[in-house]
């Protein structure tokens, strides 16, 4: 017999009541998004920025250099830096669909909460990779979901919503993933290093890349940047860039109409072909059929939701 009074029961019943149709949906509390499937998917290519991810209803799976992290119910999904990954819906229906959330984390908070509890440094411990998944709890979910009837008082957000903010982050320090959190926000420790350069990545992904100079760029030899760098990301820094490149030209082919060669050109690739090779690797179809592709998608989509 399902309580539905339980911190599960009203999560879902928050989320279900607030979106309707299939997507990702931003919510007027920083850093909170609501996510509904209404069907199982392949895996699709995605970037996964530092946060928690709640299934309320249904499984997912993100896969990372080719393991795959399977969440639900009773397992989070926690990244502790910005991952390249594929994204799948294991279990959902129309009339069961797939409901959850996803709360960024905030290292600033990670960082002062693991200082009022005045932990030992953790250099001992090995690195961790930047993904994994943890139990989830009774007070974690009672958290969220008094986050997310949050929505219901507006004026209430900008007074309470911080304060269940850094309750959220205090019993992510609580849970099984410690660890992986801790290591990132450690300023002379490696996680925290590798986030500075994927930092750094992210704002010049156009530009020549030389892997010794940024590894000197954030105070490490360039065999030991290489090396926790594939550990926490699962690639290596020239393949991190290069899978930044090749969304940012999908994004300009599909959002700004660009056509595939100035795309190219404009994140960084001198030569169309090479491009064009690289992105039917990643994505499994020449740029302009995929394109094509998802053009489509978006007119049927829109044309159901109006219908």
């Excluded at 990643?282 to 053009?295: C, N, S, Y």
Aim: include cysteine.
């Amino acid at each position: 017999m399902t309580d539905n009074h339980s911190p599960l029961a009203m999560l879902v019943q928050a989320i279900g009541s607030r979106i309707s149709t299939p997507g990702d949906f931003a919510m007027p509390i920083p850093g909170l998004g609501l996510y509904r499937r209404e069907h199982p998917s392949t895996p699709v290519v995605c970037m996964v920025e530092p946060c928690i991810v709640l299934v309320a209803q249904g499984e997912k799976q993100l896969w990372v250099g080719g393991e795959g992290y399977l969440y639900d119910t009773s397992r989070f999904l926690l990244t502790s830096l910005d991952i390249p990954a594929n994204s799948e819906v294991r279990v959902a229906s129309p009339a069961h669909p797939c409901l959850g959330l996803t709360f960024k984390l905030d290292l600033r908070i990670l960082a002062e909460l693991i200082a009022q509890r005045e932990l030992p440094p953790m250099r001992e411990r090995p690195v961790m990779k930047g993904v994994g998944i943890g139990a989830v709890t009774d007070g974690m979910l009672a958290a969220f979901a008094r986050l997310v009837a949050l929505l219901d008082e507006p004026e209430a957000i900008p007074v309470i919503a911080p304060l269940i903010s850094r309750e959220i982050h205090y019993r992510l320090l609580k849970s099984d993933q410690a660890g992986r959190l801790s290591q990132i926000c450690s300023v002379d420790g490696q996680g925290y290093r590798i986030a500075k350069a994927i930092d750094w990545l992210k704002l010049n992904y156009d530009a020549a890349l030389r892997v010794d100079e940024l590894a000197a760029r954030v105070q490490m030899s360039a065999a030991t940047f290489h090396h926790h760098f594939r550990q926490l990301t699962a690639m290596s820094p020239l393949q991190y860039q290069k899978w930044l490149r090749l969304n940012e030209a999908r994004r300009l082919m599909l959002n700004e109409h660009q056509d595939v060669s100035s795309a190219a050109f404009k994140v960084g690739y001198e030569s169309p072909s090479q491009f064009s090779r690289e992105y039917s690797r990643l994505f499994g179809v020449p740029p302009k059929r995929d394109i094509a592709a998802l053009r489509g998608k978006a007119a049927s989509a829109a044309q159901a939701s109006s219908s």
